[in-house]
């Protein structure tokens, strides 16, 4: 069977293309890459916080598995914690996976198999991570299909596994689920290199335009069409429809979550209205005429919100049908009379149908519902807000954010309006006060009168990173001197104000970080503004480089940055990748400072993509709510064993020095999380003046804001040239008390040879 | 009387689905009583310790009480450190919340003054979903240890805690009369 497999393998990647050997990995199974992660995990503990007690998955259950108790079936509380990371990151793959598989297939029908991959003049490494891990250089739509069939053919084993009775250990859960989050990587890359190629988003150019961003941002007095979701093809078909009625102007088109992003990318003149947390409040305003549902993180009761709301409401994906009939295969002015007479909401498969019933909707419904759009007055809140005394606290208890709502909507009755509206920074938007407040308050609406209406600008997403960008910055990257390259991903579930994102992002960029933003977290970073009203995406650089601002797009292009860190070792260090993921993963894990932040997680798609980087090398922040993820990944600092493979001698050096410190962990505030970010950064491969700099960034921010010197300075000074020399009397001092010893600097450390791989030693070397 | 054992505390989110939940401390001394019977307790201040009034104190305040009755070292995580700094106190240590409880896990840990594994951990200030993640995990993965959540939203998956105290008067009543009762066991 394996040599059928092989035979097979080498016709999908076309073995023969000569652009690169094929490495030791092509297209891996399930246990290819199993020593890869066990080594992870020998260094990177599994820490597992369990929400339940209990296991309730098969019939046998419910078992208790606290103590020492196991399942009747066997399994223990760590394996089954491990199991559900697994089905939840399969969760998010697939959620990726199916995204991908929709958009390529639709752009196959419209463009044909055989439609060019060309990302432009900047762009020859076109997909690092499909090269990486499948040995496929993409040429077509139809050679991005083959990536999408290779994560659904893994899928089915990874799915199988999670049945009870199935695997049992938690490391081997852990390695699964390392395997499900680097399939969404080679997912996610297929969707958005298909959308650009297919719908001619922006590529090798890095000044995009800046777009409206913000609730406020929409023109009332238009009709307006509301998309939400993370699938933008049903929203490019509105914009083309739009364009070929010359109505482009004439009507408003914004976006809830990352189809704003990537309808922003194909029509500059569509507007952002939010992330996630935004979508119940901005519904509940009426401003929409007509809502368009995609797929992905849309809350689940839209179709009773646009009801409410008296806006019409047409669902675009097989994913969410919501029950409701599938108007596909009827006449466009039938569903348009049912959709304006009856009220009535449809499922419609068909984008370009879809469009015209959105468009044409929203043009007879807007002169009709002026009167709903307006928004709450402080007078109407107040007289909303009457039967509040504060004192009942029910809302407070129910809010998965725990937000003092209580105090907010009792200060708003007597015309106060200062604490909802700080209240409004930080809510999720997920309704549960409402629903609890036994005097049927509703706060939402509420929120209107008291949240700011202003405009912001973001720029829009830009897609991948320009090999002549990794050329300039490969070697500071690599030696340290530039401090580090962050991406913040992922969902708006924040712990604090929403504006948080953004001072983290500038620290970072004035410290001249490279800063890359994709998702909901590159909305959230534009939300605020400095004196002279500009946000980050208007102060800082937009090119990939030292202290940059750079949205790469929707969560989809999260992808380009992990990208980033491959094309490092690939084109700037020469090292080949095609079907050699260890050897990537081992020189990002030793030499590329990069870490990622999800600030406010909340769905399994960024388990996926976190669990994905990890195996990648890249250390995750998390925000507090990542707790409920419910496993992290940590060293033990110190006390491990840091002894890697001096690349050059060939012989196994202690280190000494906990570096990348751990590889998924939470943090509890933004201050906690503004220097764990940067102390994620230190590589070992940084040289003496790169980690002088490194540490420059780690003291200044430890001092700004948690105050005196870090005291794990001792772990990552490795010579005294090293220390900064703004704080050297002080931390010679401190180094002295702690009893520091000096350690060894590897110019060409490897973790390949400290575990059994395919990969020799040799390869690591160019 | 036996006291009860927590399923509902303040936050719902906090909610016990399973078998094995807190020992509700309503009384302090006998709160004052777990403290003084342990061996090597640690405390570990959350930043609402900073940020969260009592009267016309910080919680920090009292907090800072609880820990030199016993001489209970600190662990100061979040952003803690800056304000005991400004009152002149230095912690034993600063790990954030997440990593402190890693190390807590592990038996064979120094602990945060070097005299082997802490048996018995307070807990103030953290966020209270995070906390409960955090007492989960100690619950699982911690049988060495004990710990005891002094926060008024009360905590299901500590060994310890409080009943869920709304009034600010109790809450502080509660606090000054730990403070008050400590010492008794010991003498
Ligand atoms: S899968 Fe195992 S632990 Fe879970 S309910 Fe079934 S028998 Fe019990
Ligand atoms: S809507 Fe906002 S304030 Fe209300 S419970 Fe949800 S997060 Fe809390
Ligand atoms: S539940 Fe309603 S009435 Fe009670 S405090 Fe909250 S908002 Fe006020």
Redesign the pocket.
Known sequence: MQKMRDAEIKAIIRAEDAWEPVGPTPMPTLTELRNWDFRLLNTYEPFYAPFCD??????????D?TGNK??????DIAS?QARWILICSLMGTAAHGAHGRHMIDHLIEKLGEDKKIDLGSQVNVEAPIIRTVMGLKPKTLGDLRKAIEYVEREMIHLVSATH??QEGDYRDFESKAFHAGMLDHVALEAADIAQIVGYGLPTSVADTPLVDLGWGAIDRTKPTIVVVGHNAVTANAIIDYLRSNDLYDQVEVGGLCCTAHDVTRYAGGAKVIGPLSRQRFFLKAGLADVVVTDEQCVVTDIPQLAKAAGAAMIACSDKICYGLENASARETGEILRAVLEEQKQFLILDPEKAAEVIVRAALELAPKRRAQKQLVTKEEGAMLAAKCRGTCEECNRVCPNLLPVSLGVSQARHGNFAKLGELFMRCHGCAKCEEACVNHIPILRLMQAAATWETYKMRSGRGPIHDVEIRKVGSPIVLGTIPGVVLFAGCSNFPGDIDDLAWLAEELARRKFIVTLSGCAAMAAAMSKDAEGKTIYEKYIPEFDAGCIVNVGSCVSNAHVVGAAIKIANIFAGLPNRANFELMSDYILNRVGACGVVWGPYSQKALAIGTGAVRWGIPIVLGPHGSKYRRLFMSKKEAGDWTVVDGRTRQLVDTAEPTPEHMMLVTETKERALVTIIKQCFRRNDTPPGRAIKLNSYISAYKQVIGGLPDDLQNFIRTEKEIPIVYKREVLAYLKEAGWQPKPVLSLPTIIGTYETKVPIEATIK | MESETMVMPYYKVNVLTGTKAAKVIADPAEGAAIIDRAKNPLYIFGPEVIATPVGDKLLIDYALKIAKARDIPICATAHVKKKMLEQGVVPDSTYDIIEIIHFLKDKEWSGVRGKGYHDLVLFTGVRCDLAERGLATLKHFAPHLKTYAICRRSHPNADFALPVIVKEEKWRDYLAGLIGALGAFKS
């Open positions: 209990l296991c309730c998955l098969c019939t046998y259950g419910k078992c598995l196991k399942g009747a079936c066997g399994i089954q009870m009775g």
